[in-house]
């Protein structure tokens, strides 16, 4: 899950908790090139102030009008859709017959954001269902499966939506090309973790909004249980420490696995790791060299082609 959707889940809590009303919309459906793509959210306060994005920012105006002059007061839940003619996508800034439909309903509580903020913060995925004749909501925690969120689902009686987890990075070491990977992951909302046994590099790591953890990184892979929101890069360039992450980590459903050094040292290691239990589709599984070919050569560089290939396998994109 998108960082960005976190944060309009937590303006919807804290706008309520602080007195306000609060209306939540959601992307149900959307025909042609739409603007926001399905499960996007935008919070919209009983004054105007907004969180979150529905499609370039038309809608949003419409909407926000409609919440200002007291229009959208209702508290059960109600399906809007923009765009329906060639006219009305225009005005609204939607492609040519593109069409939107969304899903507006009043905050009236708060139990299950904290629900749904919680299990996210655990790394889990939550199914929430909303009646959409009495507006109640059940939230349900399940395992994620699969790299991306289940589309959301509506008839005339209820509405089903996913959200969580969020993307995470494991770094397995803590150089110099680490530090500029993690900044970089965290620009693109990915949550980082970083792993390196070697005290020295522990005592300098300052990268603000990661997450240390102390141990052995074969050790550490078993221990966050990577799933296919997870990728994992190995950056330390010392077998020791990188080989056997690897393993456990190959073993996972972890949806990337990289690992830096140049294409004659990837060879040996993938000899290195065939020595081992692991299957050779799994050896099959990893970007080595990490990053894709760009012609980087300094740490900046290398960081952004792993970052490219990341993307481009969360995203389904053949190599």
């Known amino acids: 899950m998108e960082s960005l959707d976190l944060q309009v889940l937590r303006c919807a809590r804290d ?12 992307v149900l459906q959307t025909w042609g090139s739409a603007p926001r793509p399905p499960g996007a959210l935008l919070a919209i306060r009983d004054d105007g102030l907004v969180s979150g994005s529905v499609s ?5 105006d419409d909407l926000i009008m409609r919440i200002r002059s007291g229009g959208e007061s209702g508290v059960l839940p ?18 040519c017959g593109g069409t939107l439909k969304l899903m507006k309903e009043s905050v009236g509580e708060t139990g299950w954001l904290d629900q749904v903020l919680d299990s996210i913060g655990r790394h889990r995925r939550v199914r929430r269902e909303l009646d959409l004749h009495s507006g109640a909501v059940r939230v349900t925690d399940e395992d994620a499966s699969g790299p991306g969120l289940p589309l959301p689902q509506f008839d005339e009686h209820r509405c089903e939506s996913w959200y969580g987890p969020r993307w995470r990075l494991l770094v397995i070491g803590a150089g110099q090309l680490s530090r500029i990977l ?3 992951a965290l620009a ?8 390196d046994p070697r005290e020295e590099y522990h005592r300098t790591w300052d990268v603000a909004n990661t997450r240390w953890i102390s141990g052995m ?5 078993l221990e966050i249980e990577p799933d296919s929101h997870t990728a994992i890069a190995a950056l330390t360039h010392d077998p020791k420490l990188d080989d056997m992450a690897l393993l456990e980590a ?3 459903p972890a949806f990337y696995v990289g690992a830096l050094g140049s294409q004659v040292n990837n060879a040996r290691r993938r000899e290195r790791l065939a020595l081992f239990d692991i299957a050779p589709e799994q050896i099959a599984r990893l970007h080595g060299p990490i990053g894709l070919p760009i012609g980087s050569r300094v740490p ?3 960081a952004i082609s792993i970052l490219a290939q990341m993307t481009a396998v969360k995203n389904g994109v053949p190599a």
Do not use: N
């Not at 370039?56 to 949003?60: D, K, M, T």
């Open 250 to 252: 190959l073993r996972s």
């Open 56 to 60: 370039g920012g038309c809608v949003e």
């Open 300 to 302: 900046a560089e290398i």
């Open 78 to 95: 109600e399906l809007l859709t923009y765009g329906v003619s060639k006219d009305e996508a225009a005005r609204y800034g939607l492609p």
């Open 182 to 184: 993690a900044q970089m």
């Open 188 to 195: 693109l909302d990915y949550e980082v973790l970083i792993c």
């Open 15 to 26: 706008w309520h908790r602080g007195g306000h009303g609060v209306f939540l919309f959601t």
């Open 217 to 221: 990184p074969d050790d550490v892979v």
